[in-house]
């Protein structure tokens, strides 16, 4: 089936630090995958998406690479910033099975805190 | 454009009792999802809904939970008799036919 793995958390960064999020997965086919994010009290929100290999996602500083090769979607940013801190979830969908039917498969998330 | 509402936002019970969940979607929105958040987790799947009808339900225990998207708009999610490995953010999410899945805020369930 299919699976997604993240980088355990929590992340504790400095206010401008480089973020790297790792994410691994094990689909079977070529999946679409994405990064999405839960601030505190709120629900997930799509922060990026990659449809096929070699495909960059990037929204808001944030990138990720669909790398097949390695079975990889990391998350990176420059510089963060103190109102990044949330919870981030890589996840991988499977294919489209008809009328507006994806089904999502996360990781466990990766709690990230900056602190100024 | 208003977002998935859920209620309620929280939910203490006792093991045995009885819960549901009420979800909202974004107007115009056939596909619904309710998800399973237990805490240090990422949410799991119980039950897909396109209009009024259950796509997947495979992940959904049925001796106790139940939903239902009767017009094709509202849902109700319920869980009868609740265990204490309930406990967990029970998530509605809808999406349009592009398929990008839209989260609402999530409900909260304490089982003591």
């Known amino acids: 089936g299919n699976s997604v793995t993240q980088m355990e958390g929590p992340v504790t960064l400095s206010e401008e630090a480089f973020l790297t999020i790792n994410c691994t997965y094990t689909?079977?086919?070529?999946?679409?995958l994405f990064w999405y994010v839960q601030y505190p009290g709120e629900g997930l929100q799509l922060l990026l998406k990659a449809t096929k290999a070699d495909d960059k996602g990037s929204n808001k500083g944030f990138e990720a690479t669909y790398r097949k090769e390695t079975t990889s979607f990391h998350l990176e940013k420059g510089s963060v910033q103190v109102s990044d801190s949330a919870v981030y979830f890589c996840a991988l969908s499977d294919g489209y099975s008809g009328a507006g039917s994806y089904q999502l498969t996360f990781g466990k998330g990766t709690k990230l805190s900056v602190i100024p | 454009e208003a977002g998935v509402a859920q209620s309620p936002r929280y939910k203490i019970i006792e093991k045995r009792q009885s819960v549901a969940f009420w979800c909202n979607p974004i107007?115009?929105?056939?596909?619904l999802y309710w998800y399973q958040q237990i805490l240090g987790q990422g949410p799991k799947l119980l039950i897909q809904?396109?209009?009024?009808?259950?796509?997947?339900d495979s992940q959904l225990p049925k001796d106790r939970f139940s939903a239902e998207r009767l017009k094709g708009v509202d849902s109700t999610l319920k869980i009868q008799p609740a265990k204490l490995e309930d406990s967990a953010v029970y998530l509605c999410?809808?999406?349009?036919?592009?398929?990008?899945?839209?989260f609402g805020p999530g409900t909260r369930l304490t089982v003591t």
């Open positions: 689909a079977t086919g070529y999946p679409s």
């Open positions: 999410a809808s999406s349009p036919p592009s398929g990008e899945q839209y």
């Open positions: 809904f396109q209009n009024n009808g259950v796509v997947d």
């Open positions: 107007s115009g929105h056939a596909t």
